[in-house]
Each structure stands twice: as structure tokens, then as C-alpha cells.
């Protein structure tokens, strides 16, 4: 197998990007459009959610590859948002990624419950948001198998548990490194 020259591997790496439907929800206007114009420059299509209840609203007509939300939120909480992702037959296929703060680190058990694939932290470098976010959806997603009535999802709970606790973790260490 021939190795890929660095021109090559960014244009396979945006060709990936480029075929990967993103769901923001995020409730901050500054931060919907900082992390909605970092995730359209690394080459993903980006759809914009303002609330949980926005979000479930465009779920029922369209299907991202990926959502990732806010925690705190007016109305549905991104905990909430993720278990209802997650419940609904048509949609627990879909990777969930929860938006977070070193703050939010406190709700580790919320966080493990909500059923949720992977965490990303908010930078504010552009280029760690989007390699966070690019880690999450290699790291994080879940493959369903439907046979009949019967649907499975391959990420077992400790596996989840594992991924997200070794997520926070990495991002702690960056964000000290910063």
C-alpha cells in the first residue's frame, strides 16, 4: 500500500467531512455561529438548532451522521435531548456528542446517563474544537444492527463509559496545556 502524500490525506480527510451531516443545537447565538463556521470550514454541512425542541423538530425530517449539543439550555436540556435521540428506534443510530465546559465536568454522572457517544469541550481555538469534534465522531459512533423487530447497538455501556471518561481526561490535559 503506498503511503499518501500530506495533499492527498487532507483531500480524503475533507472528502469524509464533506459527507458528514451535522445537527448543532446550541442555544448561544456567538457560540452557535463560532462552532457552526470552525465545523463548515473543516468541510462538514452543518444544520443549526437553536433548543432541544428545535432539534427534535428537525429530526423528524431530517437525519444527521452526527449531533452535537449544548448541555444547559432553556426548555430540553442536552441531557434530555440525547435520551430522546437515543429511546426513538429511528434515531439511536445517530452519533450524540454533548458540548461542554470544564464546569460541566461536575454532572459526570449525568453525563455517563444520558447515553450520549462523546463529550467535546468549547474552545475557543477553532482548530482543537474541530479535532475534538473529529475525534468524537471517530471514537464515539455506535453501529445499530436491525434483524427483524430487533435492534442492537454494538457501543456497550462500559465501552461508552470508558470512551467518554478517557475523552474528558485527554481534553483536561490540553486545556492545562494551553
Known amino acids: 500500500m503506498e503511503a499518501s502524500t500530506p495533499e492527498e490525506s487532507t483531500k480524503e480527510t475533507d472528502t469524509i467531512n464533506s459527507q458528514l451531516n451535522l445537527l448543532l443545537v446550541e442555544d448561544t447565538l456567538t457560540q452557535s455561529m463560532y462552532m457552526s463556521h470552525a465545523l463548515g470550514q473543516a468541510g462538514y454541512q452543518v444544520t443549526l ?29 442536552g441531557f434530555d435531548l440525547v435520551r430522546k435521540l437515543k429511546e426513538d428506534d429511528s434515531t439511536q443510530g445517530i452519533t ?9 465536568l461536575k454532572d459526570a454522572v449525568e453525563i455517563l446517563n444520558s447515553g450520549a457517544d462523546g463529550i ?31 435492534s442492537h ?23 492545562q496545556s494551553q
Open 49 to 77: 438548532a437553536r433548543s432541544g425542541e428545535k432539534a427534535l423538530e428537525a429530526l423528524e425530517t431530517f437525519r444527521p451522521d452526527a449531533m452535537l449539543t449544548d448541555i444547559n439550555m432553556p426548555g430540553i436540556s
Open 96 to 104: 450524540a456528542i454533548l458540548l461542554l465546559t470544564p464546569a460541566n
Open 120 to 150: 467535546v469541550f468549547k474552545s475557543t481555538l477553532a482548530k482543537k474544537f474541530v479535532e475534538q469534534v473529529k475525534l468524537a465522531l471517530q471514537q464515539g459512533h455506535s453501529s445499530a444492527l436491525k434483524i427483524g423487530d430487533l
Open 153 to 175: 447497538t454494538t457501543n456497550s455501556t462500559l465501552e461508552k463509559s470508558n470512551h467518554l471518561f478517557l475523552s474528558a481526561y485527554q481534553q483536561i490535559l490540553d486545556l
